[in-house]
């Protein structure tokens, strides 16, 4: 993250002895990326988070990914899926996408979760409907409608919801956070940035827990594994860094605007390894006296554009099929647009009432099971309003 917190105890000067009131050395532990080289935090731990007792694996039963073939934009319904009574955010979430770069699952979570930690890389959770706190080493975060949370790779973590809390996860390979083009060279936001460090939330204070023989699930490279600890992972009396879990919401996005037209960069909001996230919001449209405010056709000859509606409606594709909690794929290799007759009914609109979380992999996107499970086999031809055959 681009700036510096401190929350609850820490010593004066890193390295040192830091003891507890009973005189007994806390144990420091530092959370850093790329090999020391880059944002790191310490944590204070009142037990060795080392300490296991136990490690078995644990089967990865997400079913295979499949090749978008043949090739056809596509449309799915995440309203359409089935969760279980008891579902979690975590054991229960469902693969829609994925390629080497980033898994993108769906969860429409009741249910606690295990306690889990991802150590193949951050995961970034849109929450879509409904409200609960996640709960991580670093303390409490509560989440709502419309809150982008980013969760660093190993960070320990459970998600408790109030209520059904429906989510949109990315999982990477790497790392997820603001474009580098809004960013100093010391990691500021700039000026031109569409957010700034005013947005975000993050954890105020520790969160501390008790327990032996704690189990967390963890995700890594090669698979699942379930630690037993001897003790309960959240016992961090303090920490300080700048890594570490932060929320920001997509209504404090400020849309960039322009007399026509303005590009998907304009509306970027995270970028990961090889793949981007852009917020599209409610905002003024194109105001050229000649302007055509929805989108033109284009070919994404690099990318595969994915498009989750959340809110309001989507005037480009009005009249597609598609809704609120719908998902359209766009993939390279097929020049996609608006709906036929979306650009006239346009022009002259002066605001859009829009907002759609986009993510675009510069790697083909493959599909889940939850992907065919809510899955809109007419999508395709909307454009034509030909099926094949026909």
């Not at 990477?172 to 569409?194: D, T, V």
């Not at 594994?225 to 920490?239: E, K, S």
């Given at each position: 993250m681009p700036f510096y917190r401190r929350v609850g105890e820490?010593?004066?000067?890193?390295?040192?002895?830091?003891?507890?009131?009973?005189?007994?050395?806390?144990a420091e532990e530092l959370m850093g990326v790329e090999g020391f080289s880059a944002d790191s935090s310490l944590l204070y731990h009142r037990n060795l988070p080392t300490a296991i007792v136990d490690a078995v694996a644990v089967p990865d039963e997400r079913g295979p990914l499949l090749p978008n073939h043949p090739l056809k934009p596509r449309s799915f319904r995440t309203?359409?899926?089935?969760?279980?009574?008891?579902?979690?955010?975590?054991?229960?979430?469902?693969?829609?996408?994925?390629?080497?770069?980033?898994?993108?699952?769906?969860?429409?979570?009741?249910?606690?979760?295990?306690?889990?930690?991802?150590?193949?890389?951050?995961?970034?959770?849109?929450?879509?409907?409904?409200?609960?706190?996640?709960?991580?080493?670093?303390?409490?975060?509560?989440?709502?409608?419309?809150?982008y949370l980013v969760i660093p790779t190993s960070c320990t973590y459970r998600?408790?919801?109030?209520?059904?809390?429906?989510?949109?996860?990315?999982?990477?390979?790497?790392?997820?956070?603001?474009?580098?083009?809004?960013?100093?060279?010391?990691?500021?936001?700039?000026?031109?940035?569409?957010?700034?460090?005013?947005?975000?939330?993050?954890?105020?204070?520790?969160?501390?827990?008790?327990?032996t023989d704690v189990q967390v699930l963890v995700r890594h490279r090669?698979?699942?594994?379930?630690?037993?600890?001897?003790?309960?992972?959240?016992?961090?009396?303090?920490?300080?860094?700048?890594?570490?879990?932060?929320?920001?919401?997509?209504?404090?996005?400020e849309p960039i605007t322009g007399r026509i037209h303005q590009p998907p960069p304009v509306h970027q909001t995270f970028e990961g390894p090889n793949f981007v996230v852009c917020s599209f919001c409610p905002r003024k449209v194109d105001y050229h006296p000649d302007s055509i405010p929805v989108p033109y056709n284009h070919a994404n000859v690099d990318s595969d554009e994915l498009m989750f509606y959340v809110r309001g409606n989507y005037e480009a594709r009005k009249g597609s099929g598609i809704g609120i909690g719908s998902l359209s794929l766009h993939p390279s290799g097929f020049t996609h647009g608006p709906q036929p007759g979306a650009a006239e009914a346009s022009i002259g609109a002066e605001f859009f009432d829009e907002t759609a979380v986009m993510v675009d992999t510069f790697a083909p996107l493959d599909l889940g099971e939850a992907a065919e499970a809510a899955e809109d086999p007419g999508y395709a031809w909307t454009w034509s309003g030909r099926g094949p055959g026909s």
């Open positions: 820490t010593p004066p000067k890193r390295h040192t002895q830091f003891r507890s009131p009973q005189g007994s050395l806390y309203q359409d899926l089935k969760f279980g009574a008891a579902a979690d955010a975590v054991t229960d979430r469902r693969r829609l996408f994925g390629n080497a770069d980033v898994t993108i699952c769906f969860a429409a979570a009741t249910a606690d979760s295990p306690l889990y930690r991802n150590a193949a890389g951050d995961e970034l959770c849109y929450v879509q409907g409904g409200a609960g706190t996640v709960e991580t080493v670093y303390g409490a975060l509560d989440v709502a409608e419309g809150d998600v408790r919801p109030r209520g059904e809390l429906r989510m949109l996860i990315l999982e990477a390979r790497g790392h997820i956070g603001p474009p580098k083009r809004y960013l100093s060279a010391r990691g500021q936001f700039l000026e031109h940035s569409p957010y700034c460090e005013r947005d975000l939330r993050g954890p105020t204070e520790p969160l501390l827990a008790e327990g090669a698979g699942l594994t379930r630690y037993t600890y001897a003790n309960h992972p959240f016992d961090v009396v303090g920490w300080d860094g700048c890594l570490y879990p932060w929320v920001f919401n997509i209504d404090d996005f």
